[in-house]
């Protein structure tokens, strides 16, 4: 039987507090994407699409020799084990560094999670004096997700020094009159 290739819809699935987004074959959504607590994202804000960390467990279940599979809500895991769907555990968190070449630093971002990299040791400060934060709670963190915080880059002497800072306003003014130039603050942040 061929595999749902049809149209994407944009859709999400809680977990750890966040809204993980990702594209989902609208066949395939409406077939099971309730039963796995996967909700439909066109109109929600708030939501990181693709991140590298958190990411949801998966469930997967054949029938008729069709396998059916996707990221699925924790809140479901009883009765999707119930219904038969083989469940991944609990999506792993990734883990902050705090010693040694690349240091963990998060910018807040107005859908209620930090959005977290690491970054040289040596240029942590840099991000600091930007608006990052050393996190600490990991359960409070996004990696590698779209909206992206903007970037402000400056070049001293010849190095170019780019890092990410907050997704306000306020943050970008701050980082523009310490000479360096950001990017566009993404209309997506808005979006809540």
Known sequence: MPINTGPKQ???VPVYGMKYGFMMDRNSFGAFGGQLGIKDAAAEGGVF??????????AVKKENGVSQSGFYDLAKA???????WKLSGAG???????????ITVCVDTPFGKSYAWNIPANRRQIAI????TVPTDPTQL?????????RATKIDNGVRTSTF????QVSIDAAASKGYSVEGLDGDWFNI
């Open 92 to 102: 792993i968190l990734r883990s902050i560094k705090t010693t040694g070449a690349a």
């Open 165 to 168: 800072c907050p997704p306000d």
């Open 10 to 12: 944009k859709v999400f």
């Open 49 to 58: 699409y693709g991140a590298n960390s958190p990411k949801p467990p998966r």
């Open 129 to 132: 004096e930007l608006g990052a």
């Open 142 to 150: 996004v990696w590698g997700a779209y909206p992206k915080p903007p």
């Open 78 to 84: 009883k009765s999707l084990a119930n219904a038969g």
